[in-house]
């Protein structure tokens, strides 16, 4: 099953298994199940600790991860490849023993859960966000034996997904109910089992000290906008509602210069741990509120928690923007998806349209085609705006069908699912209905910057509008990033306008306040003054 490079790789991870762990695996003869035997005899070979017993359970091919001391019960209902694989090998160390990356204070609360907490996380092997989701749950269920979790391949087991009316990945169930759909942290998981959590968080933030920059958003601008505080020897603070942002659901990323291709949740994982290699503190899954100005600013977030900043730092970034049409929201996870190389994989066979003519939505369209029955691609436009070389591939796949001028106006649906959508043709004004099981919006990006008005000035689409500094129209208050009036939405430039923001937030506290700087500071913004002189 597992070729000799992986094999090697994966004997050293299983080095540092510290207990027993035992490896249940339910299969038949199908060819899924043989590949999940043939997975579970490779690991068991690779170390002495790992043992492995057959028993049909209520899901064929699944394995379980136990750990015979603790009674913790981790399990894989299909074959945990593709993104899933790194699930599959951090359930085995961490139910061996090998230490959690999570602070005492998270894993004591865990531990202290009451009552029992049975989780279903159906996935997509192809979905990026999902990995996140099942180590979240996998990670609980080692520390509390009263937590368990199953991952569920949706694409296998078909009959649950159908069932169930799970359109979208990742979706958890927990004791047999809906519990959550799209990207959820321990923290956020915890929030939501432990009422206490949130007001107890509040409390620890209210008593932070001021910072110098407070950085709002995690992702590619605010890692790099903090790092360079940091650098400067700023005191320096991140507040997210989830670091990372957008890139942790982007697939393939080629154009990030010196690395000829990444994925988005390599990426992130590579920021955080950069970030971290610096004095920042770093407050995730919190979501700001209100922005005031006085003697600090003031953050205000959804807990409660007020953060105070001599300088703050905007990185808020985009989201996918909606098509705002009835019947988009109540059908939002059962049949329209933003995420095509996540969900796509619960269409196969089936009929799907794409909305939107650009890159991201021809792109779209050619991965699901590989899929689907038929993908049809509405663009507002006259032509599509993707790249020439996009277009001929569309066009040269028998099962994509393209129509421009399509103003698409309404959601269908039978009260449970997607049956189809409305369109007008914007030549004829004639309105057509397309009979369809799933939409795929992309239609671009929109500001996360609802929070911020009244404060700040925006550009008619939401924008920030800043300077060559990175300043906004309020002295002191910086951005970068998406969120901003920036020409292009590209990962490289929002990090150099996070480097540049960062800056300029520095040169703004030196030049504000003189008679608070260390002696260090002072020379170099004689230093600045020499050379601004020169020049």
């Given amino acids: 099953m597992l070729d000799a490079n992986i094999k090697n790789q994966l004997k050293t991870y299983l ?12 299969a038949d003869d199908s060819p899924k199940a043989k590949e999940l035997s043939s997975l579970a005899n490779d690991i068991v070979g690779l170390s002495n600790l790992v043992s492995l017993k057959e028993q049909q359970g209520i899901r064929t091919p699944s394995m379980s991860i136990i750990n015979p001391e603790l009674g913790s019960n981790i399990s894989f209902a299909g074959l945990p490849m593709g993104h899933e694989f790194t699930s599959l090998v951090l359930a085995l160390l961490h139910s061996g023993g090998h230490p959690i990356k999570l602070t005492d204070e998270v894993i004591g609360q865990i531990k202290d859960l009451p009552g029992e907490f049975k989780f279903e996380t159906y996935v997509s092997l192809s979905c990026q966000t999902c990995p996140e989701v099942v180590q979240a749950l996998n990670m609980m269920a080692a520390i509390n034996p009263n937590i368990t979790n199953v991952m569920i391949d949706g694409a296998l087991f078909q009959d649950e997904i159908n069932d169930r009316n799970i359109m979208s990945v990742p ?35 209210n008593n932070k000290q001021s910072f110098d920059v407070l950085v709002v958003g995690g992702g590619p601008a605010g890692a790099s906008a903090a790092i360079y505080a940091a650098r400067k020897g700023l005191r320096t603070g991140i507040v997210a509602d989830k670091f990372g942002g957008q890139v942790a659901e982007t697939v393939g990323i080629e154009n990030f210069i010196s690395v000829s291709k990444t994925e988005g949740p390599k990426l992130v994982a590579n920021l955080e741990a950069h970030v971290k290699d610096y004095d920042v503190d770093v407050m995730d899954n919190q979501r700001a509120l209100s922005l005031k100005s006085g003697e600090r600013f003031e953050i205000e977030l959804e807990s409660g928690a007020i953060l105070s900043s001599k300088t703050i730092l905007l990185a808020t970034g985009a989201r996918w923007r909606e098509m705002n049409v009835p019947g988009e929201q109540e059908y939002r996870g059962s049949g329209v998806a933003y995420c095509p190389h996540c969900d796509g994989p619960l269409f196969k066979g089936k009929r799907v349209a794409v909305i939107g003519g650009g890159n991201s939505g021809i792109e779209a369209a050619i991965d699901l085609a590989n899929i689907v029955e038929h993908v049809t691609v509405l663009e507002f436009d006259t032509s599509l705006r993707a790249d020439e070389v996009l277009q001929r591939k569309a066009n040269s796949m028998g099962n994509i069908t393209i129509i421009t001028e399509a103003m698409t106006t309404e959601v269908l649906g039978d009260g449970k699912r997607v049956t189809g959508l409305t369109y007008t043709d914007r030549s004829t004004n004639e309105s057509h209905n397309v009979a369809l099981e799933g939409i795929f919006v992309q239609i671009g990006l929109v500001p996360n910057t609802e929070w911020l008005k009244d404060t700040v000035e925006l550009t008619n689409r939401g924008e920030i509008i800043v300077d060559g500094k990175g300043q906004t129209s309020i002295p002191g208050i910086f951005a970068a990033g998406d969120v901003t009036n920036s020409a292009y939405k590209q990962i490289i430039i929002a990090m150099g306008s996070g480097a540049t923001a960062s800056l300029g937030a520095f040169d703004y506290l030196i030049r504000h306040s003189e008679a608070d700087m260390s002696a260090a500071e002072q020379v170099e913004l004689e230093s600045e003054k020499t050379e601004t002189e020169a020049a």
């Avoid at 080095?15 to 490896?23: A, D, G, H, M, S």
């Avoid at 927990?174 to 519990?179: A, K, V």
């Fill in 15 to 26: 080095q540092n298994l510290k207990r027993p762990v035992e490896l249940v695996v339910s």
């Fill in 171 to 205: 979706t958890v169930y927990m004791n047999g109910e809906p519990f959550s759909v799209g990207a959820i942290s321990v923290v956020e998981i915890l929030n939501k089992l432990d009422v206490n959590a949130v007001a107890r968080q509040a409390e620890q933030l």
